[in-house]
């Protein structure tokens, strides 16, 4: 109890001052920074909240849970709340925003599934390629109900995420109701560390051509991509000839924007809108096509689906207006925001929507996603093929697919491809 009565004072320089951390799905945006709130400059409907803390430090019967940081993070999860802004602006704690940076740097311990908020509810967008989640069963579109027992619905997502990750060798077990079903079921996952390749790519066996994930936008996605676009071009001139490029942005939760703009000057020619941002003040400004691209001409289809999101996004969104691209699949999820992150005092961090991302011909992503040209639905349990899959069917020199979503790809591609030659 001692700790807190002068906690007050910190509480009021932590809830109201804040400065920029690196980055975070904003790319290069710079010059945001909080300064400290006066006195003079508080609302008057800040003294309720003194009122309303007075009131339970004084008077709450059960003083073991008086926990000051767990208050004080719930104050400020429901200021954001009442943005209305869920599934966008976000706060993390000093551990969960640790393990968002970790992320994008490619590697962490846990169980190696993306996650985002949907209402009081965290949603598994999805498992990631060899994961722990993916081999226990977890499924994209599952909601976590509990947590080793625990009620976790109506918890902020950076509560649950901390209690789900935690070191390799460890063992957490999820509550979960899968998508279409009716009755929960308990899936125990060994936590173990989780190496990201945020991009993978493979020829379609006996196919001229060749397929492109891209998992996230991480750190060196763009670096990455280069590197596999100038692989597949030493493949053509080493007299294995590539006619088109199936590009999968499937469950992809987004990340860096820098990275999704560099993504789009390899498919989009030179001064090509890839993106346009809204701010606050209704201003409108674009980023465009820029330097040498290795994709530009190759015919091309993407993929997307309800987990695709973020900058993901954008990437889709730039594809189907310049009419580079046809897309297939599912309408994405619909997270088109710029998001900062501001660092706070102690290494807590709120994300927050800033601009709202619109694609080259100003239609808003945020709530809208972007709809496929052709809408193809499958389960969400339904195993996808991936760059992995299309390299074990070639060595066993036999290929088959339950993926409906690829296939249509595919089927439209080679159509293209043939209409070119």
């Known amino acids: 109890m001692k700790n807190l009565i002068p906690f007050r004072r910190w509480l009021l320089v932590f809830l109201l001052t804040a400065m920029l951390g690196s980055a975070f799905s904003a790319g290069a945006v710079t010059g945001y920074l909080a300064r400290p ?3 003079a400059d508080q609302p008057s409907e800040f003294a309720v909240f003194w009122e309303a803390w007075d009131i339970v430090l004084n008077h709450f019967v059960d ?10 993070y719930g104050a400020i999860q429901g200021m954001l709340d009442s943005l209305g802004d869920q599934g966008h602006t976000a706060f993390f704690s000093p551990e969960a925003a640790q393990a968002e940076s970790r992320a994008l740097e490619g590697s962490f311990e846990g169980i190696g599934a993306y996650v985002d908020a949907e209402g009081e509810q965290v949603k598994i967008i999805a498992p990631i390629r060899g994961s722990p989640a993916e081999a226990a069963g977890l499924l994209a ?3 976590i109900l509990k947590v080793d027992g625990v009620e976790v619905t109506g918890l902020p997502q950076w509560e649950v995420i901390g209690m789900v990750r935690g070191p390799a060798g460890t063992t957490v077990t999820l509550t979960v109701l899968h998508p279409e079903a009716s009755e929960p079921v308990d899936i125990a ?15 379609v066996p006996e196919r001229d051509i060749v397929y492109v994930q891209i998992t996230q936008f991480a750190a060196n996605t763009a670096d990455d991509l280069r590197k596999a676009l100038e ?12 006619a088109g490029l199936i590009l999968d942005l499937r469950n992809n939760p987004g990340g860096l924007l820098s990275q999704a703009l560099r993504t789009g000057n390899q498919f989009l020619p030179t ?15 674009s980023y465009k096509s820029l330097g040498r691209g290795l994709a530009r001409d190759l015919p091309m289809v993407a993929l997307i689906n309800e987990g695709s999101a973020s900058a993901a996004e954008i990437i889709a969104g730039a594809l189907q207006d310049n ?13 088109g925001t710029v998001l900062v992150p501001f660092t706070l005092s102690d290494g807590s961090l709120i994300r927050l929507g800033v601009t709202n991302w619109l694609t080259p011909n100003l239609r808003l992503i945020k709530g809208q996603g972007i709809e496929p040209d052709v ?25 088959a697919s339950d993926d409906l979503q690829f296939d249509a790809a595919l089927m439209l591609l080679e159509g293209l491809v043939a209409e070119k030659s």
């Open 189 to 203: 996952i060994t936590r173990g560390r989780i190496a990201i390749a945020s991009v993978d790519w493979a020829r």
């Open 323 to 335: 009419e580079r691209a046809q897309l297939v699949g599912m309408t994405t999820v619909g997270t």
């Open 63 to 72: 003083r073991d849970r008086l926990d000051a940081r767990r208050m004080t």
């Open 375 to 399: 809408m193809v639905s499958q389960e969400a349990g339904v195993t996808k093929v991936d760059a992995e899959a299309l390299r074990e069917a070639a060595e066993q020199q036999s290929f």
């Open 37 to 39: 709130v006066l006195a």
């Open 271 to 285: 001064g090509a809108i890839i993106l346009n941002e809204r701010n606050a003040q209704g201003r409108v400004s």
């Open 141 to 143: 579109g599952d909601i």
């Open 231 to 242: 692989a597949i071009h030493a493949e053509t001139d080493a007299g294995q000839p590539v």
